[in-house]
């Protein structure tokens, strides 16, 4: 299979060498020279691309690709607009594509749902971004869905990612930056490793037209999590009466995401169904 990732950071990476490792041929996008040599000595085909910049995108035109995954994530040391990033460059990926393209993936994001006051949400219910990404991502699903590739687009809407060395608040929780942490809500993510796999599984299965939510199974209250992190470290019981979170941050809303839909039709078995099994050896 010849794969195209754009945006070969925390996600695109490993899928890349996953898709690597499996004999395909795994084209890679990188706006640096030394990270595109870096790249071809690992054995992947770099494209020096910045898809906010259409002139550098022009060269997909003469390339085709079964799956094309758009993973691009938001570089705040260089753009000052997320809409720029997530939906200038969506726009500039769709006109430059070339129509041969087999499907479509788009790594969307659960901030596309607003609060839900710790109810269950999954794909039918109604989106309302609170955040500059949320809506940033749902403007671009938009695109995705108006374009002429909507019939081979699959849109995974991410909770959030991590594993290996991003563990979310870790550096907050270790040096007792309680002010910063909520006490309340529910946290829902998903392991990168899970997250690699869901994008397989819908390449491979050809999902088209489809939206997925993806996350573990088990939906954690954040206070839960922040204590394990604390008993990590040995610190105690965390001091809730010093939290003081910002009400405008993601730990203002509430909600537990679903993924049902993802595991019942794709069959999907995740590594890691909740984070203490992700967080293990870490």
């Keep these: 299979m010849k794969r195209l990732v754009i945006g070969c950071g925390f996600l695109g990476l490993p899928l890349?060498?996953?898709?690597?490792?499996?004999?395909d041929s795994v084209h890679v996008t990188t706006r640096s020279e030394q990270r595109a040599a870096d790249f071809f000595a690992a054995g992947l085909l770099p494209l020096v691309l910045d898809t906010t910049k259409p002139t550098t995108v022009q060269q997909l035109e003469s390339m085709e690709f079964d799956t094309v995954v758009s993973a691009v994530g938001m570089d705040r040391s260089?753009?000052?607009?997320?809409?720029?990033?997530?939906?200038?460059?969506?726009?500039?990926?769709?006109?430059?594509?070339?129509?041969?393209?087999?499907?479509?993936?788009?790594?969307?994001?659960?901030?596309?749902?607003?609060?839900?006051?710790?109810?269950?949400?999954?794909?039918?219910?109604?989106?309302?971004?609170?955040?500059?990404?949320?809506?940033?991502?749902?403007?671009?699903?938009?695109?995705?869905?108006?374009?002429?590739?909507?019939?081979?687009?699959?849109?995974?809407r991410m909770a959030g990612l991590y594993g290996n060395e991003r563990i979310p608040t870790k550096s907050a929780v270790a040096s007792k930056q309680w002010s910063k942490l909520s006490a309340t809500g529910f946290l829902n993510l998903i392991h990168v490793d899970d997250a690699v796999q869901a994008i397989c599984v819908v390449s491979d299965r050809r999902n088209f037209a489809e939206t997925y939510l993806v996350a573990d199974s088990n939906p954690t209250l954040r206070r839960e999590y922040y204590q394990y992190l604390a008993d990590q470290f040995e610190l105690g019981p965390i001091p809730w009466s010093d939290a003081r979170p910002d009400p405008n941050s993601r730990g203002s809303s509430s909600k537990r995401i679903s993924n049902r839909k993802l595991l019942e039709q794709t069959g999907l078995v995740l590594k890691h169904p909740d984070f203490r099994s992700g967080l293990a050896g870490t």
């Design 16 to 23: 890349a060498k996953f898709w690597q490792s499996s004999g």
């Design 78 to 156: 260089q753009y000052k607009s997320v809409h720029d990033v997530y939906v200038g460059g969506m726009q500039n990926v769709l006109n430059h594509l070339n129509e041969n393209t087999g499907q479509l993936v788009y790594v969307s994001s659960t901030g596309v749902y607003g609060d839900f006051d710790g109810a269950w949400v999954d794909e039918s219910s109604p989106t309302d971004p609170q955040r500059d990404g949320g809506k940033a991502c749902l403007a671009a699903e938009e695109l995705l869905k108006a374009s002429r590739f909507a019939d081979r687009t699959t849109i995974l």
